[in-house]
């Protein structure tokens, strides 16, 4: 099964400084039918104003990964940990017991990011933050796994879930494949680009819902960028 999920079908909120769009419910968006994605929670699609963000705040039994697309984001939380991300690299947050931080874009223009939040395994673990680069020239022609709950994932950041996040860069005309399993549940965003997987046409920022295939198959009408969450 591919399902396509238009951006302009997404919930949507603007505050000024922040504009979110929802691709599941979250906060005063609700659909019954766009609530979880196997262990995928939350999947949020925010443009940030410079000099602005999100005092400190708490969160508790959740994996979140934020994935920055333009600008940067800077963190800082309860366990005295404070880092700046910047586009193309990512940083993962596992709530566990609780943690509280906050996130501020402190650039002089707009921060876009993903924010992803993915169910864990087990609650109650210990709380914990990290972040690291990762190259756009290193995933380019192929998905590379940013963050995972599975070992043997190389240098990707560790979740304490059943899921990896993957990216991929792939240019117009070429195709990128994934194996999973058909029991797994995927959701493929285009950051930029448009791309074609099976029947299914997707353009920047639209999600595609996979489930019930062995091979995911993705090629590129336009030099694309690619973000991968496949979750039990």
């Given at each position: 099964?591919?399902e396509?999920?238009?951006?302009?079908?997404?919930?949507?909120?603007?505050?000024?400084?922040?504009?979110?769009?929802?691709?599941?419910?979250f906060?005063?968006?609700?659909?019954p039918?766009?609530?979880?994605?196997?262990?995928?929670?939350v999947?949020?699609d925010?443009?940030?104003?410079?000099?602005?963000g999100?005092?400190?705040?708490?969160?508790?039994?959740?994996?979140i990964?934020?994935?920055?697309?333009?600008?940067?984001?800077?963190?800082?939380?309860?366990?005295?940990?404070?880092?700046?991300?910047?586009?193309?690299?990512v940083q993962?947050?596992?709530?566990?017991?609780?943690?509280?931080?906050?996130?501020?874009n402190?650039e002089?223009?707009?921060?876009?990011?993903?924010?992803?939040?993915?169910?864990?395994?087990?609650?109650?673990?210990?709380?914990?933050?990290?972040?690291?680069?990762?190259?756009?020239?290193?995933?380019?022609?192929?998905?590379?796994?940013?963050?995972?709950g599975?070992?043997?994932?190389?240098?990707?950041?560790?979740i304490?879930a059943?899921a990896?996040v993957?990216?991929?860069?792939?240019?117009?005309?070429?195709?990128?494949?994934?194996?999973?399993?058909?029991?797994?549940?995927?959701?493929?965003?285009?950051?930029?680009?448009?791309?074609?997987?099976?029947?299914v046409?997707?353009?920047?920022?639209?999600?595609?819902?996979?489930?019930?295939?062995?091979?995911?198959?993705?090629?590129?009408?336009?030099?694309?960028?690619?973000?991968?969450v496949?979750?039990?």
């Open positions: 099964m591919i396509l999920r238009p951006f302009a079908s997404l919930g949507a909120a603007n505050h000024g400084w922040l504009d979110a769009h929802h691709h599941f419910s906060a005063d968006y609700h659909d039918e766009r609530t979880t994605w196997g262990r995928l929670r999947w949020n925010d443009t940030i104003a410079p000099k602005t999100f005092p400190a705040h708490p969160h508790r039994d959740m994996e990964v934020t994935y920055v697309r333009k600008g940067a984001i800077t963190h800082e939380d309860s366990l005295g940990n404070r880092g700046r991300t910047e586009a193309g690299d993962v947050m596992s709530a566990g017991t609780g943690i509280r931080h906050s996130e501020y402190l002089d223009e707009e921060t876009t990011l993903f924010q992803i939040w993915i169910m864990p395994d087990r609650r109650g673990e210990q709380p914990g933050w990290g972040a690291r680069p990762f190259p756009k020239d290193d995933r380019a022609g192929r998905f590379v796994t940013l963050a995972s599975h070992e043997g994932d190389g240098d990707a950041l560790p304490n059943d990896r993957l990216g991929a860069t792939i240019k117009a005309g070429d195709t990128v494949t994934y194996a999973t399993d058909p029991q797994r549940h995927a959701y493929l965003v285009p950051a930029t680009g448009r791309i074609r997987v099976g029947e046409e997707a353009r920047a920022r639209d999600g595609v819902a996979i489930t019930d295939l062995d091979t995911i198959t993705v090629t590129a009408i336009e030099d694309s960028e690619l973000v991968l496949d979750a039990a």
